[in-house]
């Protein structure tokens, strides 16, 4: 009965707050709005007993929105708990495309026959998940390292104001490199 | 709290993430709706790992979820930052270049 109702509410918040994030005039509120979303769902996943991948989701989604609530102060140049903004681009097809796929994804789950469920739950799952991860399943994590470590160099890369090209040169044999301000003692 | 009920919820995440998508200007909003697809996508797997199979094998998937919207999340915002920088604009219709 608790779980309903929890599921229920959590549920509701989720939607709801994510609804708020294309809603709501300012750009801090949304993206606290979508850290809300994040949150219930984290909750209902803790709900299912899967307290390691809830708590991680919630811990996760919560700096990330920090984060990108700062993003968004520096871009949008305005301030971003006063001024009303609607910057959006065809928004009535977006709206029927949309109200089309919650039909059909709506529908597929509640009319498709689902299977009844094989086994049973390990008693502590966050020590299975861990146990699986560190035995059978360690070449997901082999794999996830080095995409991080990629995405690392690559977003560096893409953000990065001046590269080694634009100090030494396009063959990188301009000595010494042309910085905006020279280095060194007595400069 | 049933497996079709968990879905359902997760069915108008991803409706409301998609229309965000589809719909915003800003890129940092379009963001924000694959953010809200992501997580109707956590939710998704979540249910049908506890209802239908929970093998701990099974959650593994949730994580390479979560490593793949950190990774867009990422990405993104570098991407943004190289936009702001070279054409001092925020807006999806000012990189239309490789559109028709």
Do not use: C
């Not at chain 1, 109200?99 to 009844?116: K, N, R």
């Not at chain 1, 035995?135 to 160099?153: E, F, H, N, W, Y």
Request: aromatic residues 6%; proline residues 4%; charged residues 10%.
């Amino acid at each position: 009965m608790l779980v309903d109702v929890s599921f229920w509410v959590l549920g509701i918040v989720a939607v709801a707050s994510a609804a708020l994030v294309f809603v709501v005039d300012s750009m801090a509120r949304a993206t606290y709005a979508l850290a809300l979303s994040f949150i219930a769902v984290g909750f209902v996943l803790v709900l299912m007993q899967q307290n390691y991948v809830g708590v991680v989701t919630v811990l996760m989604m919560l700096m990330e929105m920090a984060i990108m609530a700062v993003y968004m102060v520096m871009y949008m140049g305005m301030n971003p708990a006063l001024m009303p903004m609607s910057m959006v681009h065809d928004k009535r097809s977006a709206l029927g495309v949309a109200v089309a796929t919650f039909l059909v994804l709506g529908s597929g789950a509640l009319f498709v026959d689902w299977p009844v469920r094989r086994g049973v739950p390990a008693p502590d799952v966050t020590a299975a998940l861990g146990e699986a991860l560190m035995g059978p399943q360690m070449l997901v994590m082999v794999v996830v390292s080095p995409v991080m470590v990629a995405t690392i160099v690559g977003g560096v890369v893409l953000a990065a104001h001046r590269t080694r090209y634009d100090r030494f040169g396009d063959d990188l044999d301009q000595r010494p490199p042309r910085d905006p301000q020279r280095g060194g003692v007595g400069r | 709290m049933t497996l079709q009920l968990v879905l359902l919820v997760a069915a108008a995440l991803f409706a409301v993430g998609l229309y965000g998508a589809i719909s915003q200007q800003v890129v940092v909003m379009v963001m924000m709706g694959l953010e809200v697809m992501v997580n109707a996508v956590i939710l998704a797997a979540g249910a049908m790992w506890w209802f239908l199979a929970p093998d701990p094998t099974g959650q593994v998937l949730l994580l390479v979820v979560l490593a793949a919207m950190t990774v867009e999340m990422a990405m993104g915002f570098a991407v943004a930052t190289l936009l702001h920088r070279h054409r001092n604009s925020d807006m999806t219709d000012s990189a239309t270049d490789l559109a028709r």
